[in-house]
């Protein structure tokens, strides 16, 4: 995934001692999954506002800045945090989904239509898997994206979301199983 | 720990996931970042050796300002204690000034002396700081190798500047205005207990020969003789009220009768 030797953590480490060029990379390398993650829950608009206070708060942090997680992880927990905020002081406030027992998670709701339609190329796979992601639970949904954009493993993401391990499985496997229901293939 | 990998990762739905056309960040957003990033890594770059010149004003403002105040401070000071000095003997200065005017031709320093009153005279300090003939009046307060250049002396010390020969004139040109004024008033001040000198030795005159009969009498003659007439019977008349029984010649008593 890396074009380059330097990893994340020296790259930041290089920028922390005034070296532009390592932040230069170290976003070219993670500014598509960070932007797609925010992008998928909760649109454009609000997605480059966040996008944009993500790395800035990343600049700011520059000068204190030590080796002490993966730097993916510490990118992910400042979006995380950010996008709670976000939810927060929206109208509707902090999703439900982000209760570490939400009781909706039982009962999923299938998805619109029992019978799915036939998607007879990948293209419109790829197209109802987005309107499925959009239709998850937020902490479902940020779970998965974490795991599928910016490949982090379950600790990482507990990290990140700061939540429990056990909480991330769950949450990961009710969103594969939505949307494995959704896609029509077996749970 | 009991979950199957397969339940927690599906290749199938991962690679439809990056199927997902890759969205990226506009670039006006990439740009913006960027230029962020390089600037706060510019702006806490240590400063080149080039601004510290530009500094060096400010570290000695303070030190500076300070210096100047107390300068300004010791100088307002000994001029407000000089004016202090001036305000308590002003009838030396007005002595000095109605002697030069009075007589010109005497401008003897010994001369002013003498036109001192008697209560003038019996001030020490007012005498002591009054000019000689043979060295010019220094102040008490600074010695001459301590004083400072003339101009600026003249313009910190008026009152030791007006205290010398030569500058005698209440108001001189090289006097500050200020100073001129606090003269002029000085000066008003003096004019009018010396005005009620003169009324008072007259009255002491009159009340002394209206004490002896015989010289009021004469004064009346006096009188008489040139043609006062009418202060003449009125000092007659007050005679009369005061010595009604005082033996007079025949021929005075004549005269004044008529």
């Known amino acids: ?187 | 720990m009991n979950e199957q990998p397969d339940a927690l990762h599906d290749e199938h739905l991962s690679a439809l996931y990056r199927a997902i056309p890759q969205v990226e960040p506009p670039e006006w957003l990439d740009r913006r970042i960027l230029l962020a990033a390089k600037a706060t890594v510019q702006s806490s770059a240590p400063r080149p050796a080039a601004i510290v010149p530009k500094r060096r004003p400010s570290r000695w403002a303070v030190p500076l300002a300070l210096a100047a105040t107390v300068v300004l401070s010791v100088g307002v000071v000994r001029l407000v204690r000089e004016s202090g000095e001036l305000a308590t003997a002003p009838s030396l200065e007005s002595a000095q000034v109605v002697t030069s005017s009075a007589s010109p031709a005497n401008a003897e320093p010994s001369g002013a002396s003498q036109a001192l009153s008697a209560e003038e005279k019996a001030q020490p300090r007012a005498a002591a700081s009054a000019p000689s003939p043979s060295a010019p009046a220094t102040s008490p307060i600074i010695s001459p190798s301590l004083a400072p250049p003339a101009p600026l002396a003249d313009r910190l010390l008026p009152a030791e500047s007006s205290a010398r020969p030569a500058d005698a004139k209440p108001t001189g040109s090289g006097q500050p205005p200020s100073f001129s004024r606090q003269m002029k008033e000085t000066e008003k001040l003096d004019e009018a207990p010396a005005r009620a000198r003169k009324e008072r030795s007259k009255t002491e005159e009159k009340q002394l020969f209206r004490n002896s009969p015989e010289r009021w009498l004469r004064e009346i003659a006096e009188l008489r003789r040139q043609g006062e007439t009418m202060k003449a019977e009125a000092e007659w008349l007050e005679f009369k009220r005061r010595y009604p029984h005082y033996p007079l010649d025949p021929s005075e008593a004549d005269s004044n009768k008529r």
Not at chain 1, 4 to 23: C, Q
Not at chain 1, 45 to 68: C, D, H, I, P, S
Not at chain 1, 112 to 134: I, S, T
Not at chain 1, 142 to 149: I, R, S, T, V, Y
């Open chain 1, 1 to 187: 995934m890396q074009a380059d030797n330097d990893t994340d953590e020296t790259l930041m480490l290089h920028y922390r001692d005034g070296d532009s060029g390592a932040f230069a990379r170290l976003y070219t390398r993670h500014k598509g999954p960070l932007y797609r993650y925010l992008l998928r829950q909760c649109g454009p608009v609000v997605a480059e506002e966040l996008f944009q206070e993500v790395w800035l708060k990343l600049v700011a942090a520059r000068a204190g800045y030590t080796v002490q997680a993966k730097f993916t992880t510490w990118l992910y927990r400042i979006a995380h945090n950010r996008l709670v905020d976000h939810y927060r002081a929206s109208a509707r406030g902090l999703p439900l989904s982000y209760a570490d027992d939400c009781p909706e998670w039982a009962h999923i709701p299938g998805p619109e239509g029992a019978q799915p339609e036939v998607w007879d190329d990948r293209r419109r796979q790829a197209e109802r898997l987005l309107a499925l992601l959009a239709e998850l639970p937020e902490a479902q949904r940020e779970a998965l994206l974490l795991k599928e954009e910016a490949g982090l493993s379950l600790e990482e993401i507990a990290q990140a979301t700061g939540t429990g391990r056990e909480t991330v499985k769950s949450r990961l496997r009710y969103a594969l199983a939505r949307l494995r229901q959704g896609l029509g293939g077996a749970s």
